[in-house]
């Protein structure tokens, strides 16, 4: 492990609730992911952590796509850099809890197919 760290900020919440940031040091490597990051403070931190993910080749999933630093991105292919980093779901889209929203397209939802609308 290195000595080196980074402060990962990162906005929780329920849906319908109050949001708040929490503040994670985390060990620190070059060419980091957001999301190696995210998955350490799980591992080593707070397993609460509400994440989703399902990575066999980056990019592959878009599973997890967040805001970081205000910009959307996939969290398996955004870098750390050294000093902070804030991450937050995705604004455009029902927070399900912390870092979690509902990607579900609107047209394959159940309330959609049980309306019987195409």
Same mark, same amino acid.
């Given at each position: 492990?290195?000595?080196?760290?980074?402060?990962?900020?990162?906005?929780?919440? !329920?849906?319908?609730? !109050?949001?708040?940031? !929490?503040?994670?040091?985390?060990?620190?490597?070059?060419?980091?992911?957001?999301?190696?990051?995210?998955?350490?403070?799980?591992?080593?931190?707070?397993?609460?952590?509400?994440?989703?993910?399902?990575?066999?080749?980056?990019?592959?999933?878009?599973?997890?796509?967040?805001?970081?630093?205000?910009?959307?991105?996939?969290?398996?292919?955004?870098?750390?850099?050294?000093?902070?980093?804030?991450?937050?779901?995705?604004?455009?889209?029902?927070?399900?809890?912390?870092?979690?929203?509902?990607?579900?397209?609107?047209? !394959?939802?159940?309330?959609?197919?049980?309306?019987?609308?195409?």
């Amino acid at each position: 492990m290195t000595d080196r760290t980074v402060t990962l900020n990162v906005r929780r919440g !329920e849906a319908g609730g !109050e949001s708040r940031i !929490e503040s994670f040091e985390v060990p620190y490597a070059e060419n980091m992911s957001v999301l190696d990051a995210l998955i350490w403070i799980r591992a080593y931190r707070d397993a609460s952590l509400a994440i989703r993910y399902s990575c066999i080749n980056a990019n592959a999933c878009k599973e997890c796509m967040v805001r970081v630093d205000g910009k959307v991105a996939y969290a398996c292919t955004a870098r750390l850099g050294a000093g902070e980093a804030t991450v937050e779901p995705l604004s455009n889209k029902p927070l399900l809890r912390d870092l979690v929203t509902d990607i579900t397209p609107p047209k !394959e939802t159940l309330a959609h197919a049980l309306a019987g609308e195409d």
